[in-house]
């Protein structure tokens, strides 16, 4: 586990995510300069044994330029179309930059859909898994041609997090235009600091985040921050640097002062409570008394219907709820049983439960090793 910057130069595999305010421009679309410096650096870190995963932003960007749609407001379809033309674009750039060093790149473009099936995300991990030991580096993105609001990732900060969780990465780099996380707006406040190392990202570390002003980019400060404790309450240390200067990469992977550390907590979560936590679809959510919230919470205990005081949505036996007490989510959890047979014992005793619904496969409705306390940090 990432405890310091000196930790850094024994890691293993990274997620390195290129924001669109690098790679993009309005007059070419894409900018190989950049997207050469990045190569170069990644080329090294391999050379020093880091096996780097790629997550790029840009296709949409890229394809507004070769469309000719700058300064248009676009529908969800042609948001979709401009992906499609500048995904090729941005792979044909990645290829070209890899190629000189005589390394392959593979495509893998991923929606959360694919990672809310288990069978899917294992699918994804032994994918890159096997790129991994092919010697090849993986270009991820988000599949915007076919992606809709249900299924979509929000930006590819959070997509990066939840890859790096999906390849067991080290560490997770967010390369983007600005030095990292600071104090105060050093747009606004000349003696503003950057902050090298963060430790705990409590209230006071989210209320530093500011909005975007990139052009191209959708993910400002509070994304990123986002994106970071998804990834530290998995256990991955995430970093935050600016791609605008010269070997950051590199000068992070040594343990220089660059950029801002987040290092991991001590409380992280294992895989299956990722999933549960921060990837799964909410189908539903269930309502619990006080004692309920109390054992929960403080007791690591299982959720009985009898602590049970209202059940919303319509859910099958399986799907990921939300556990809501005196109005506050304070956890999620895989049901046991579908949102029919809960109304019908919610308040009841674990005993009641065979008599009023002719079966009982579970004593619990969620058991304690599917269900993920929330706002943990």
């Known amino acids: 586990m990432i405890k310091t910057r000196q930790d850094l130069s024994h890691v293993q ?4 995510k290129i924001g669109s305010s690098l790679l993009t ?13 990045v190569v170069e650096q990644v080329f090294s870190l391999q050379k020093a044994g880091v096996q780097v995963c790629i997550v790029s932003s840009g296709a949409v ?11 248009k407001t676009l529908s969800v379809h042609e948001k979709q179309a401009a992906a499609a033309v500048g995904q090729s674009w941005l792979m044909e750039s990645y290829g070209k930059a890899f190629a000189k060093h005589d390394i392959q790149v593979a495509q893998m473009l991923l929606t959360k859909d694919d990672l809310r099936h288990r069978r899917r995300y294992l699918n994804a991990s032994n994918t890159s898994e096997t790129l991994f030991s092919a010697g090849v580096v993986p270009i ?13 990732f929000g ?12 390849v067991n ?10 030095d990292g996380l600071y104090d105060a707006n050093p747009n606004e406040q000349q003696d503003a600091k950057r902050c090298s190392v963060i430790h705990h990202l409590d209230d006071s570390v989210m209320a530093m985040a500011g909005g975007s002003d990139s052009e191209f980019g959708t993910g400002g400060m509070l994304s990123k921050l986002t994106a970071v404790e998804i990834a530290t309450r998995g256990g991955v240390a995430a970093a935050i640097v600016n791609g605008q200067q010269r070997g950051v990469l590199t000068d992070l992977f040594v343990g220089n002062d660059v950029g801002t550390l987040f290092v991991c907590g001590e409380d992280r979560h294992n895989r299956h409570q990722h999933w549960i936590a921060d990837v799964l679809h909410v189908a539903g959510q ?6 309920a919230a109390q054992v929960i919470i403080h007791k690591g205990a299982s959720l009985l219907p009898i602590g049970m005081t209202d059940v919303q949505g319509n859910f099958d036996k399986g799907e990921c709820v939300e556990v809501v007490a005196d109005g506050v989510v304070i956890a999620r959890g895989l049901c046991n049983y579908n949102s029919d047979d809960l109304r019908r014992v919610q308040g009841l005793s674990s005993q009641d439960m065979a008599k009023t619904l002719g079966y009982k496969d579970f004593t619990s409705v969620i058991h304690r090793d599917n269900l993920v306390l929330k706002g943990k940090r």
């Open 25 to 37: 421009d309005a007059d070419t679309g894409i900018r190989m300069d950049m997207v050469e410096h």
């Open 140 to 152: 991820v993105n988000e599949n915007d041609t076919v992606v809709v609001e249900e299924i979509k």
């Open 61 to 71: 960007a890229i394809g507004r330029v070769h469309l000719g749609w700058l300064g």
């Open 169 to 178: 990465a080290d560490l997770f780099v967010m390369v983007t235009d600005v």
């Open 155 to 166: 930006d590819n900060d959070n997509l990066g997090a939840l890859v790096a969780m999906m």
């Open 13 to 16: 595999r990274a997620i390195v």
């Open 286 to 291: 269930l309502h619990v008394d006080a004692g």
